[in-house]
Nanobody, 127 residues
């Protein structure tokens, strides 16, 4: 059974930092697309960052480029999202997702492409 478990959310002031973790279990980790999505109050779920676990290639939404960094620890089957210079508009529930079917990332942040999802971790940024 595949499980994605997010952790690391919390409340910070604008300009602060947080690091989210996503631990994957039951998944053949070596060649998947792992991504972070977020859903703010009254907003649609949107892709934030993705990493191809095989090559280490990454992609980011324009809104977070230069502030967020996605990375992985293959030995721990864990993906991270380092979030710096946080803004109030980053407030959202952050979800980890995995696409285990394509052997890589399409980089389109299409929700339908991801077949496994975590429960989410809340990030709140105050001004």
């Amino acid at each position: 059974q595949v499980q994605l478990h997010e952790s690391g959310g919390g409340s910070v002031q604008a300009g602060g930092s947080l690091r989210l973790s996503c631990a994957a279990s039951g998944l053949t980790y070596s060649n998947n697309c792992m991504a972070w999505f977020r859903q703010g109050p009254g907003k649609e779920r949107e892709g934030v960052a993705a990493i191809w676990t095989g090559s280490g290639g990454t992609n980011y939404a324009d809104s977070v480029k230069g502030r967020f960094t996605i990375s992985q620890d293959k030995a721990k089957n864990t993906v991270y999202l380092q979030m710096n210079s946080l803004k109030p508009e980053d407030t959202a529930m952050y979800y980890c997702a995995a696409d285990s079917r394509r052997g890589g990332c399409t980089w389109y942040f299409s929700i339908d492409e991801y077949n496994y999802w975590g429960q989410g971790t809340q990030v709140t940024v105050s001004s």
